[in-house]
């Protein structure tokens, strides 16, 4: 059987103006202008403590072929400006690199004078010798006069001088040199740096690209074919046991329980988890030092989470019958202090063709503590609509938030600046750098594998 993921969705997000964001805790909660949606407060879990009802959020829709065609115009003019500004920085690296480079050029001038300088104080030391076997000499001799010896110490005392300032000379020199050569080394590192940030926003302005690119063709392979999959309430997704402070350097088990609630048996249940996490600023993604593994009663050994974010199959879910996924998540030691989401959520295949998958996603925030601080609380939990491929489906959050979107899409400032991390944490890590934490992935038969 062929599977395929859609990518439309993920793209939108991004892409698009969503009204997405994952309402992972209280520090989220805020006040922001013009907010494009709320969720319902169920008590004090806002920063207000506010039990005012909001109004229900507006899950984002489909997107159209239109916008997945200005999606990937803007991704491929992206990936034009990414290209032109590594060859940029490749020039600026060969222009650091050059013996003609100003830098470069004045630390080879300077090694010249360090050199020369060198040889002046190896000379003014043979002097001082010379002039000290003089003095000896001189003394020695029984028939030399006081004008002699006057004159030997006289030539011995300004070669001592001239070796003085011979020596003071070299050293000017030879810090001139070494600050010179510093000078010139650090900016072949700088531009280097800036090439491998370059090469590296390429690299991903080309898989957003791809992804537009994708996502595209796979609406419009959607179209054509009419596939669909359903929001199923009935198909119920938790987690226990994932503490709500982990430390890096740690290595912490929690648990994920896919419940079929829906009144038939789904023929193949895909639990789906990730994770991201930012450091407190908010600026550095960290899910790279975030290792995710799982394992069932099927397969019992630890795996490594495929890239696609699923947690193996679980097939043949009876009506009323519940499967677990264990799941372990390992922290670097060299993570730094920051804050974190799991994501989870389940979809389904039926062997009549059928599919769908959870309406919300599940949301677990937790802190990220140093190396050496203590793993333990209780993650907080909350929910956020995830987009339908078919249509919008509602959804409730249990605690409050408000998002705004810009035209292009990305998400604005919102609520106080406390919140900023965990904002760009969800925004930027769980929809921008990790997409995979918001990508509806519908796995459904083409019309070709029916056959």
Not at 278 to 286: A, E
Request: charged letters at 20%; hydrophobic letters at 40%.
């Amino acid at each position: 059987m062929k599977i395929r993921r859609t990518l439309a969705t993920a793209v939108a997000l991004a892409a698009t103006a969503p009204v997405v964001l994952l309402a992972a805790g209280p520090a989220f909660a805020g006040t922001a202008a013009a907010p494009t949606a709320s969720a319902t407060s169920t008590g004090s879990a806002g920063s207000s403590g506010s039990t005012t009802p909001k109004s229900q959020p507006q899950a984002a829709a489909k997107p159209s072929i239109a916008e997945l065609e200005k999606a990937v115009a803007d991704a491929k003019k992206a990936y034009d400006d990414a290209v032109a500004a590594e060859a940029a920085a490749r020039k600026a690296v060969d222009a650091a690199l050059s013996d003609t480079a100003p830098l470069t050029v004045a630390a080879a001038e300077a090694e010249k004078a360090a050199k020369a300088a060198a040889t002046a104080k190896t000379a003014a030391d043979k002097a001082v010798a010379d002039a000290q076997a003089a003095v000896d000499a001189v003394m020695a001799d029984e028939n030399s006069t006081e004008a002699d010896r006057t004159a030997a110490l006289k030539a011995f005392a300004e070669a001592q001088a001239a070796a003085e300032d011979a020596a003071a000379d070299k050293s000017a020199a030879d810090t001139k040199y070494a600050d010179a050569l510093d000078a010139s080394n650090d900016a072949r590192v700088a531009a280097a740096r800036q090439y491998s940030v370059a090469q590296k926003a390429t690299e991903d302005a080309r898989a957003a690209l791809e992804a537009a690119e994708g996502a595209l063709a796979q609406a419009k392979e959607d179209a054509e074919n009419g596939d669909s999959c359903e929001a199923e309430p009935g198909l119920a997704v938790s987690v226990s046991g994932l503490p709500g402070r982990i430390a890096a350097g740690s290595t912490v088990d929690f648990s994920m329980r896919l419940t079929n609630n829906t009144g038939r048996t789904l023929d193949e249940v895909y639990p789906y988890v990730s994770v991201h996490a930012t450091d407190k600023s908010g600026q550095k993604d960290l899910g790279r030092m975030l290792k995710l593994q799982w394992s069932n009663a099927a397969s019992p050994a630890w795996h490594n989470l495929d890239r696609d974010g699923y947690a193996g199959t679980i097939s043949a879910l009876k009506a009323g019958a519940h499967s677990d996924v264990k799941l372990r998540l390992t922290v670097d030691a060299e993570a730094p202090a920051g804050a974190g989401i799991a994501v989870t959520t389940g979809d389904y295949y039926n062997d009549s063709g059928d599919c769908g998958g959870t309406p919300d996603f599940d949301v677990y925030e937790f802190e990220l503590v140093a190396a050496g601080g203590a793993s333990g609380g209780e993650a907080t939990h909350g929910t956020t609509p995830r987009p339908s491929d078919n249509k919008p489906q509602g959804g409730t959050s249990t605690v409050p938030v408000t998002t705004t979107t810009t035209t292009t899409g990305a998400l604005a400032e919102t609520g106080s600046s406390s919140a900023t991390p965990k904002l760009a944490l969800l925004g930027g890590a769980a929809v921008v750098l990790g997409a995979g934490a918001v990508i509806v992935a519908r796995r459904r038969r083409s019309s070709s594998d029916s056959a």
